[in-house]
């Protein structure tokens, strides 16, 4: 069994993490009321954010972000919440710091007990859900530096290792906005709701925890934004590059023809000027260099070099 439970007047804290079918059925034994459906969601690999309305219940999914150091991206975690009455069941996969956190205190400390539970249902879902968008803060923080660093190394000599950069940032930052837009319909949902189990009053509460969202919302907006135009500026910059090479290897390219003709010419099994001179190398290399030093001249007059 993987269901922890912290009783304290007036609110009940079940948390299931990792469930399995022995967790579901006590749940169904103890609830009888949840429906089957939001008892089945619990254990599907990954259901969409939402809010059901049950006359006795509410049902949420949501998801945070978590971020994964080996793919060097934000995946979305799932939680879910059965607030009843006298009853908050959350259920996950143990890998959302703040929940795991909040419950062990619960725990260990009888003042962070009364403190999360002490004051019913309503204060004790905006809490545990208000920690949670809370974390996204310290996780776009890191995405903000990343975006900085990026910014310092866009013009270094380094193009591949900076335009593999900005992938992966712009890779995390597509998936963030992704994990958080589809949370601000489902607190906005809660703040507008009207069930008997969440009192009139938390609408302010849950209508900071959507303001919180939506700062958060225009952050990583703004960082999509800037990484695009990164990304502009560094497919400019390689293209800038690419033409340099090209430009000096084509001067390289027209020098080299005239040289090419001359050579290929004294090549011939034929009489030619200078052929029988006792000098006639220096006074074919003296030639060649004037042509040389005549062409970078010209190039340099036409601002080609």
Same mark, same amino acid.
């Given at each position: 069994m993987t269901t922890r %439970? %912290?009783?304290?007047?007036? $609110?009940?804290? %079940?948390? %299931?993490? =990792?469930?399995? #079918?022995?967790?579901?059925?006590? /749940?169904? &034994?103890r609830f009888p009321n949840? =429906?089957?459906?939001?008892?089945?969601? !619990?254990?599907?690999?990954i259901e969409?954010?939402?809010?059901? &309305?049950?006359?006795?219940?509410?049902?949420?999914?949501? =998801?945070?972000? /978590?971020?994964?150091?080996?793919? @060097? !991206? +934000?995946?979305?975690? @799932? $939680?879910?919440?059965?607030?009843?009455?006298?009853?908050?069941?959350? $259920? =996950?996969? *143990? +890998?959302?710091?703040?929940?795991? #956190? #909040?419950?062990? +205190?619960? &725990?260990a400390d009888p003042a962070e007990r009364e403190s999360l539970l002490g004051r019913g249902v309503n204060h004790s879902i905006y809490t545990l859900i208000d920690r949670l968008v809370d974390y996204i803060f310290p996780i776009l923080n890191r995405v903000d530096r990343r975006v900085h660093a990026i910014e310092d190394a866009l013009f270094e000599s380094n193009a591949k290792r900076v335009i &593999?950069? !900005?992938a992966l940032v712009r890779r995390d930052i597509i998936s963030l906005r992704r994990i958080i837009r589809a949370q601000i319909p489902i607190v906005q949902q809660l703040e507008a709701v009207e069930h008997p189990i969440l009192l009139e009053h938390m609408e302010e509460y849950f209508g900071d925890i959507a303001d919180h969202l939506l700062k958060l919302r225009d952050i990583v907006d703004e960082n999509y934004e800037i990484i695009n135009s990164f990304a502009d500026t560094a497919d400019t910059l390689a293209g800038y590059r690419i033409n340099e090479v090209m430009r000096i290897l084509t001067v390289i390219s027209v020098i080299m023809l005239p040289l090419t003709l001359i050579s290929s010419i004294y090549g011939m099994n034929i009489a030619?000027?200078?052929?029988?001179?006792?000098? #006639?190398?220096?006074?074919?290399? *003296?030639?060649? !260099?004037?042509?040389v030093i005549l062409m970078l001249a010209w190039f340099r007059r036409r601002h080609w070099l």
């Amino acid at each position: 069994m993987t269901t922890r %439970i %912290i009783e304290h007047d007036p $609110v009940t804290w %079940i948390d %299931i993490v =990792h469930p399995n #079918a022995d967790d579901v059925a006590a /749940l169904r &034994q103890r609830f009888p009321n949840f =429906h089957p459906l939001n008892l089945e969601d !619990i254990v599907s690999p990954i259901e969409r954010p939402k809010l059901d &309305q049950d006359d006795d219940y509410l049902f949420l999914v949501m =998801h945070f972000p /978590l971020w994964d150091a080996r793919a @060097e !991206i +934000s995946r979305a975690s @799932e $939680v879910n919440f059965f607030v009843v009455r006298r009853n908050i069941v959350t $259920v =996950h996969n *143990g +890998s959302l710091k703040p929940l795991v #956190a #909040a419950f062990e +205190s619960c &725990q260990a400390d009888p003042a962070e007990r009364e403190s999360l539970l002490g004051r019913g249902v309503n204060h004790s879902i905006y809490t545990l859900i208000d920690r949670l968008v809370d974390y996204i803060f310290p996780i776009l923080n890191r995405v903000d530096r990343r975006v900085h660093a990026i910014e310092d190394a866009l013009f270094e000599s380094n193009a591949k290792r900076v335009i &593999q950069e !900005i992938a992966l940032v712009r890779r995390d930052i597509i998936s963030l906005r992704r994990i958080i837009r589809a949370q601000i319909p489902i607190v906005q949902q809660l703040e507008a709701v009207e069930h008997p189990i969440l009192l009139e009053h938390m609408e302010e509460y849950f209508g900071d925890i959507a303001d919180h969202l939506l700062k958060l919302r225009d952050i990583v907006d703004e960082n999509y934004e800037i990484i695009n135009s990164f990304a502009d500026t560094a497919d400019t910059l390689a293209g800038y590059r690419i033409n340099e090479v090209m430009r000096i290897l084509t001067v390289i390219s027209v020098i080299m023809l005239p040289l090419t003709l001359i050579s290929s010419i004294y090549g011939m099994n034929i009489a030619l000027p200078f052929a029988d001179a006792p000098q #006639a190398f220096m006074i074919t290399a *003296g030639i060649m !260099i004037a042509i040389v030093i005549l062409m970078l001249a010209w190039f340099r007059r036409r601002h080609w070099l």
